[in-house]
């Protein structure tokens, strides 16, 4: 297979870039670097672009192995015919790979396998010619033998033979696949009619298979696993019959008619239906997952990349009953000051213990901000602190955070590195309040899987939801980039080209030898080759370097260049040491972009990043996301009214809508319906997770904690 002009057409893009992808990424460029660093070899696409790229490309190469396999397996069998052959070449997918294999494929014993032991074989091939003078019925008479003691059983014999040809027929089960898929239904029923379920609602259940909504197709499985649902795929069987019927019957010699009739619904009903509809429910699953797997990862990537709240003292409550609410301290670079346990659900007494320990840790540290965990007591918590924050003599803010993953992090390896001297417990508190700092740099110290953004999660293919999370935790470090001198082994394992050895080994270089004081300096780092290098110096920054272009994305490659640039526009030895080049795509402008890129030797798309990077150096992406959110007062439930009009943060995104923190403890939903006055095909078009939007009441219902939200008005 030509994969570069497969993947120019499947991606819309010149065969030349897909040939250059695939060259950089053979050549073991990561993903990061490509879509940052070789713009002019691809035309810009982005690195989630250049992702898929990548995994098409890798299925692609999966199916040429699989259909050498396949030739091979068959040309020992000494049956390749050339025919054969062209439907391998001609192949585009697995599933026709398998159906063109199926004949050849060593088989387990069968209803036809028996047959054919016993000689019916020849009486099978005389029914399928139908020729006009032959009768079945006296032709199954010279078959009977003492293991075939009638005709009849001599004919049923032979239609076994038949059925499973027809049901090997790569031709067959490619038109009634098709059938199944443009007519079929996905159906579900209750397999406990009696009881009352979250499935209710699928009970009674059918959608064409063509447009049934992946969270249906996720929901139904659930349901299925657990028990409560029967499900199925349903199709009038006389179309696919009638088809397989056609194609056998040769309307020559009627005696063999009926047999035939027989033959075309026994093949079906027992040998393929089962098989595709095991298949068709696979699809409608496999597409669903993907489908919330791209959910998950638009989701994941707007939760990482939430603004940091910087130069704050944070205070971190990790919420709880019987076991108390663990509190910490920590400065703005993220070092726990204070820790503590307070009782806030407990006692009077206890309450205002509490009361007084926050109050004088509050003091104390001059803490700035409160981050509240999303847990068990979020809510008494939450109400606590504001009546807390209440008695204090300045404004002092709170923000209720996903505390998704806490406990995993708390129970690590690295957690145990980091923080050693806090309790298991406390540690939560700590990440809780980083988590408000800096999301990202606290969110990576924590599998992907383990936060928690988007639905059915546990019901995805977990290597794949971990590839594709992973994926998105890669892209976000890589675009922000890591300061090198505080980096911690976590943030700096995400970081292009680093392996877990050399992140080992950073960290010691710096606990040896003090901070980085250039890029250069990474060298020196054993086990840091010219390739890795080349592939993470660009997304490390330097802030203590000398060199201004260490602290931005400039890559060392176009220092060079970058230096240039700066004398050719003008700027003086005097500007170029204060690092100020507010005003260089002015310059750039007037001097002309094009004529400018001819001149360093650089393409376009890399002569304006560097000077998107001069006129901002240690720029943080994430500044130009919307800023979180923070309270000082709570509401109740209770308070809530019908037409109430608030504003709300956006928590979570999904196929049918989206939840809205809007302070109370239970979110809100926004039905996709609710979203906004035109039409869309999916919630995430209009709104991403940390959104902060206005909506209106549209209803509460107390009893089960329901909140329906509407944006249209």
């Given at each position: 297979m030509d994969y570069s002009k497969t993947l120019a057409q499947l991606f819309n893009i010149k065969e030349e870039y897909a040939q250059n992808i695939i060259a950089l990424l053979d050549d073991g460029n990561t993903i990061p670097f490509i879509a940052r660093y070789r713009k002019e070899m691809h035309g810009s696409m982005d690195d989630q672009l250049i992702r898929e790229f990548s995994e098409k490309l890798e299925y692609l190469r999966g199916l040429d192995k699989r259909r050498e396999e396949i030739r091979s397996?068959?040309?020992?069998?000494?049956?390749?015919?050339?025919?054969?052959?062209?439907a391998l070449d001609a192949a585009q997918t697995l599933s026709e790979l398998e159906d063109i294999y199926r004949p050849f494929r060593p088989k387990r014993k069968t209803r036809a396998s028996v047959a054919k032991e016993r000689g019916l074989e020849p009486l099978a091939l005389a029914i399928i010619k139908q020729e006009k003078e032959f009768s079945?019925?006296?032709?199954?008479?010279?078959?009977?033998?003492?293991?075939?003691?009638?005709?009849?059983?001599a004919i049923q014999g032979a239609m076994d033979i038949i059925a499973e040809q027809i049901s090997d027929s790569a031709e067959i089960r490619k038109k009634l696949r098709s059938i199944i898929r443009q007519s079929g239904a996905l159906t579900s029923s209750a397999a406990k009619p009696d009881e009352d379920s979250v499935y209710a609602n699928y009970y009674e259940f059918s959608e064409p298979v063509k447009k049934v909504a992946g969270h249906r197709v996720l929901a139904i499985n659930r349901g299925e696993k657990e028990g409560f649902l029967k499900v199925s795929v349903a199709i009038d069987k006389d179309v696919p019959v009638g088809v397989i019927f056609r194609l056998l019957n040769r309307d020559t010699n009627p005696l063999c008619t009926d047999i035939l009739r027989d033959v075309a619904e026994d093949a079906y009903t027992r040998l393929i239906f089962p098989s595709i509809e095991r298949e068709i429910r696979a699809e409608l699953t496999e597409a669903a997952a993907e489908s919330a797997m791209k959910v998950f990862a638009v989701n994941l990537k707007q939760l990482l990349m939430q603004p940091p709240v910087k130069g704050k003292t944070v205070l971190g409550l990790d919420p709880g009953y019987r076991t108390g609410c663990k509190v910490a301290v920590v400065d703005q670079t993220g070092k726990v000051l204070d820790t503590a346990v307070i009782y806030p659900t407990h006692s009077e007494r206890k309450i205002a213990e509490s009361k007084q320990t926050l109050l004088r840790l509050i003091n104390k540290h001059n803490v700035d901000i409160i981050s509240i965990g999303n847990g068990t007591a979020s809510k008494e918590t939450e109400m606590f602190t504001a009546d807390v924050l209440k008695e204090l003599d300045r404004k002092v803010y709170y923000m209720v955070v996903s505390e998704a993953g806490a406990s995993v992090y708390s129970a690590s390896k690295l957690a145990a590195a980091e923080l050693p001297e806090l309790d298991l417990t406390l540690r939560s508190a700590a990440s809780i309040a980083r988590r408000l700092q800096d999301p990202l740099a606290e969110l990576v110290k924590i599998e992907p899987k383990a936060i928690g953004v988007g639905q059915y999660q546990h019901d995805m293919p977990q290597k794949r939801l971990g590839e594709t999370l992973d994926g998105v935790v890669e892209d976000c470090v890589n675009s922000v980039g890591a300061d090198l001198n505080t980096a911690s082994p976590a943030l700096l394992l995400r970081v292009s080209g680093l392996n877990s050895t050399v992140c080992k080994n950073i960290v010691a270089y710096r606990e040896e030898n003090g901070a980085f004081s250039s890029r250069a300096e990474l060298k020196k780092v054993p086990k840091l080759g010219p390739k890795a290098f080349e592939q993470c110096a660009g997304f490390l920054r330097v802030p203590e370097s000398r060199n201004p272009l260490d602290n931005t994305a400039v890559h060392p490659e176009s220092y060079k260049s970058a230096k240039e640039l700066l004398s050719l526009v003008n700027y003086s030895d005097k500007e170029i040491k204060t690092a100020k080049f507010g005003d260089l795509a002015n310059r750039v402008k007037a001097m002309g972009t094009k004529t400018l890129a001819e001149k360093l030797g650089?393409?376009?798309?890399?002569?304006?990043?560097?000077?998107?990077?001069?006129s901002k150096p240690g720029r943080d992406p994430r500044d130009e996301m919307p800023a979180p959110m923070l309270r000082t007062d709570v509401l109740d439930i209770k308070d809530l009214k019908e037409g109430m009009e608030l504003k709300g943060t956006v928590r979570n995104v999904i196929d049918f809508g989206a939840f809205i923190d809007i302070g109370v403890h239970q979110d809100g939903l926004v039905h996709i319906s609710q979203i906004c006055d035109k039409f869309i095909k999916h919630p995430s078009e209009v709104l991403k997770v940390g959104d902060v939007v206005n909506v209106k009441i549209l209803s509460v219902d107390t009893n089960k904690n329901r909140i329906s939200l509407t944006m249209r008005f």
């Open positions: 397996l068959i040309a020992s069998q000494e049956k390749l015919t050339d025919e054969v052959a062209a079945p019925t006296k032709a199954a008479a010279d078959y009977i033998t003492e293991e075939v003691p009638t005709a009849d059983d650089i393409g376009l798309p890399t002569l304006d990043d560097i000077v998107k990077e001069l």
